[in-house]
């Protein structure tokens, strides 16, 4: 097993500013790609905050323009706060590097912690972080309110939710049994070395993200551990079996590029 350490930055009354983080991050990154340090993951809370990856839309952004802050890391637009785990695992990893790979690692270490929790997690295909699955289409419960003969979001890619009502925001989506994201992730490698990371859903006011798309995602949403267990769970209970898997994982992972078996002609 590789050393792998844990620094803890800040939580509640010591959340930390997501521009303090970033440059903590790039020191750390600096520093684990000249062997100064061993591979480590900040772990922290940040007060709230957008930020948007690379591949955020213009439309996807918040409407009534509450500012954002464009990061260098993978994926879209986000929102991090209050009852919210982040960390941000800066690991060196060796080459040729591959960057799936350390995203199924971080994946497999958040299924593993939900799962402790008794709550049941997957992957979507095509769609990075840890899900809870829906119900099929037609188990899902009809809306209160005006219903229409088809969800508009089925036959246009660009719907735009938040235009449809409150039903079809992006916190709601628990309720519509639609799949939702409990753990968001974007990361980046360079030099070699990780950065960014994930953002587990502990206990955060959910509505944040109905101001944008979360994850440029249309026909999903967003939950908590709370909101699936049906009680209050902290940050200060979660951190722990967090730091436990995310050592198993990381810390024993073979970092070798994965084999890709290409299928025969």
């Not at 953002?199 to 551990?225: E, M």
């Amino acid at each position: 097993m590789s050393e792998f350490r844990f620094v803890r930055m800040g939580f509640g009354a010591d959340m930390v500013e997501y521009q303090v983080a970033w440059d903590e991050q790039r020191s750390v990154h600096a520093a684990r790609f000249a062997d100064e340090v061993p591979d480590t993951c900040l772990l922290l809370e940040h007060p709230a905050v957008y930020t948007a990856g690379r591949r955020t839309a213009p439309e996807e952004r918040p409407l009534d323009g509450t500012p954002v802050i464009d990061v260098d890391r993978g994926g879209k637009i986000t929102w991090h706060g209050p009852g919210q785990l982040v960390g941000y695992p800066i690991q060196k990893l060796p080459r040729p590097v591959d960057v799936v790979a350390h995203l199924r690692r971080l994946e497999d270490a958040m299924i593993a912690v939900c799962a402790e929790f008794g709550i049941e997690t997957s992957r979507v295909e095509g769609r990075a972080g840890v899900w809870v699955l829906g119900d099929p289409v037609e188990q899902r419960p009809e809306l209160g309110g005006l219903t229409l003969d088809f969800d508009p979001r089925a036959a246009d890619p660009e719907f735009d939710p938040r235009l449809d009502g409150p039903q079809y925001a992006p916190s709601n989506a628990g309720q519509r049994r639609e799949d939702r994201k409990i753990c968001a992730m974007g990361i980046r490698v360079a030099k070699g070395v990780t950065m960014h990371g994930f953002a587990l859903n502990v206990n955060p006011d959910t509505s944040k993200f109905d101001k944008i798309i979360p994850c440029g995602i249309r026909d999903a949403g967003v939950t908590s551990l709370s909101y699936e267990l049906g009680r209050e769970v902290t940050i200060e209970e979660v951190l722990p079996v967090a730091e436990k898997h995310l050592a198993a994982v990381l810390g024993n992972a073979d970092l070798r590029p994965r084999v890709v078996e290409k299928a025969p002609a």
